[in-house]
């Protein structure tokens, strides 16, 4: 019953209304809302009961880099940050193609600089994270504060992240949620004609010195195989790496049934990889 794809060939018009009406029912009242500058808003989600400094992860939500918000996934970031103890802060970011390549990635990364500047935050224990385009976003992201060194990241969480231009350029079998025609057309609203290999996480020569990373994605995934690739890169560039392979899942299965057993462990994974450097590695210190 799910889509085979977003159809993008057909144009933006269905797809941003079908992810807007996401945001719209997922979007929960009362979320603390800040202007971070004319083009970025973020919306801040904190732990219950916790008031005092501490950590903090910047959370980009998925969309393929052409649609979707942050309150689409206003639930899952309330219960990240209740399970964890840390404060999710996700940021919305304009995007492509009226606003291609660097524009989308430059808004996360000025939310990134205003989360590690808030003085509720532990500026020595944050981390970026986010689901498929979301993903790739927090891989460049993390590039990015490796490369100008302004801000010093603990963790990078990549959720079936979308690392590579190149995925899909042969074609191949049709994809729940995701295909290769899909991701072929994003990318290229995206890049605008920007050179793919300072725009592109997956092109980057090299890894060395970014942060430890999680990378969690389904063997059914249009983005398995990079996936794979990207944490054999940086697992041979001294980088620490957990994968963390759903067995039978699709793109954004933990979204659409996040019920079902396999999402449960994937969330549960997430969360014990987030309190065991955010949180439990400040107790032991």
């Given amino acids: 019953m799910l889509p085979k794809g977003y159809a993008l060939h057909r144009g933006l018009a269905l797809p941003r209304a079908l992810m807007k009406l996401a945001g719209a029912t997922g979007r929960i009242r009362g979320v603390e809302v800040a202007d971070v500058n004319p083009h970025v808003t973020v919306r801040v989600h904190r732990p219950a009961g916790i008031n005092e400094r501490g950590p903090a992860l910047l959370w980009i939500h998925g969309g393929g880099t052409i649609m979707g918000s942050a309150a689409q996934e206003d639930r899952f970031c309330r219960k990240l940050a209740n399970f964890t103890d840390v404060t999710v802060v996700a940021v919305d970011h304009r ?12 808004d996360c990364y000025t939310a990134l600089r205003w989360l590690a500047s808030q003085p509720w935050v532990d500026s020595t224990r944050i981390a970026v994270g986010g689901a498929s385009a979301g993903g790739g976003f927090s891989a460049a992201a993390a590039q990015l504060a490796y490369d100008r060194g302004d801000v010093k990241l603990r963790l990078q969480m990549l959720v079936y992240p979308m690392l590579d231009d190149r995925t899909g350029a042969g074609g191949g079998p049709r994809r729940v949620m995701w295909t290769p025609g899909d991701n072929q057309l994003a990318w290229r609203w995206y890049l605008a004609g920007a050179d793919p290999t300072a725009a592109v996480p997956a092109r980057r020569a090299d890894l060395s010195g970014l942060p430890p990373t999680w990378i969690g994605v389904g063997d059914q995934d249009l983005f398995y195989d990079e996936c794979l690739a990207y944490a054999g890169r940086l697992r041979d560039a001294g980088v620490a790496v957990h994968e963390e392979i759903a067995i039978g899942a699709f793109h954004a299965f933990d979204l659409i049934a996040a019920k079902a057993s396999v999402s449960q462990r994937f969330f549960a994974n997430q969360c014990r990889a987030l309190r065991e450097v955010l949180v439990d590695d400040r107790v032991r210190d």
């Fill in 95 to 106: 995007l492509a193609p009226e606003h291609p390549y660097p524009a989308p990635l430059e």
